[in-house]
């Protein structure tokens, strides 16, 4: 935890990986402005929020800011694809979307690292924490995958499709089995938050929605076994 305004703009200059800023909702000064300028530069998440926020978090000298670091490091998108393209590999992506669960993170990177998968996408605002809690669920995997945190999923899933990348959401309302899908090539998976799923713009701009058939009473998979799922059934189908 870091806390003070002169403090954290310190810290995002010297390039530690922040993870999430809280700010006082009603901030404002020359020195406030400056921080979230060069947070908003930096795409780095912030959150406006109340006094007693704040104050549940230390009753330190925050003058209103508490930042915290991320346990990890993110990586860029953009960069990563054509690197895998370079090195003759069909990119293998999974793209989180609402997934705010550490545990759920944790253990879906996990699966992602012992799978081949070449990156983890998730947004930069209503995404787990890349905290300490995430790296241990995640056996050490997230130290370890590469993390790509952007602005938007939908924007990701437009540049992936772009650079040649077929997409394929998992959802619900998939009128085929996933076991039917074409898993070969690059190919990028979308996997949604289990209360509200994968978002509608998204899902609309997906090349192919499968399923995984639900037998028992209890509508739904856990996230990140229903990631499990799909995630090793690409892998025998790219064998």
Request: glycine share 8%; hydrophobic share 45%; aromatic share 6%.
């Amino acid at each position: 935890m870091i806390f003070g305004i002169r403090a954290t703009i310190e810290a995002v200059e010297a390039g530690k990986e922040m993870d999430k800023i809280f700010i006082r909702r009603d901030m404002g000064g020359e020195l406030a402005h400056e921080l979230t300028t060069l947070l908003l530069k930096r795409n780095i998440p912030f959150q406006k929020v109340p006094l007693e926020k704040l104050n549940r978090l230390t009753m330190k000298n925050h003058q209103g800011v508490v930042a915290f670091t991320s346990a990890i490091e993110y990586q860029n998108l953009e960069n990563i694809i054509p690197m895998i393209y370079e090195q003759g590999r069909d990119p293998f992506v999974v793209l989180l979307d609402g997934v705010t669960d550490v545990r759920n993170f944790g253990a879906i990177a996990r699966t992602c690292e012992c799978a081949g998968v070449d990156a983890i996408v998730v947004p930069t605002k209503g995404a787990a924490a890349g905290n300490a809690d995430a790296v241990k669920t995640s056996a050490g995997a997230l130290n370890v995958i590469p993390v790509c945190r952007v602005s938007s999923i939908h924007n990701a899933v437009s540049f992936l499709q772009k650079s040649g990348v077929r997409v394929v959401a998992a959802s619900e309302k998939a009128e085929h089995d996933y076991s039917e899908a074409d898993y070969h090539g690059p190919l990028a998976i979308v996997m949604g938050a289990e209360d509200t799923g994968i978002s509608p713009d998204i899902l609309r701009i997906v090349d192919d929605m499968v399923s995984i058939p639900i037998f028992g009473q209890i509508q739904s998979l856990n996230v990140s076994v229903a990631t499990g799922v799909i995630v090793y059934e690409a892998v025998k189908n790219r064998k």
